[in-house]
């Protein structure tokens, strides 16, 4: 899996780093090839995940709802991401 940190400082926190880690881990055990774009915003992060076929997609989503649900992170998903086979979120600290 290939994960891109845009807009990110050289050292990143420590809580942060866990969850890109085990966000990143969740993700690669169900698709190995898909790709992963962070990027931090001044109020949170935006999150995009391409996985690398559509038959994923939803298995993807669902981890990852269960992850954020878990963790208690409110998360706001966009609105077309069957359209463009992307899963598309923002967190807002």
């Not at 790709?35 to 992060?45: A, L, N, P, Q, S």
């Not at 935006?46 to 409110?74: E, Q």
């Amino acid at each position: 899996m290939e994960l891109q940190k845009l807009n990110f400082p050289p050292v990143i926190p420590d809580n942060e780093s866990t969850y890109l880690n085990y966000l990143s881990g969740l993700i690669e055990s169900i698709d190995y090839d898909s790709d992963m774009m962070v990027y931090r915003k001044e109020d949170g992060i935006m999150v995009r995940v391409s996985p690398s076929s559509a038959m994923t997609f939803n298995t993807i989503l669902d981890v990852v709802k269960k992850f954020h649900t878990m963790l208690s992170i409110n998360v706001e998903f966009s609105k077309s991401m069957k359209a463009g086979n992307n899963i598309t979120y923002s967190i807002n600290f």
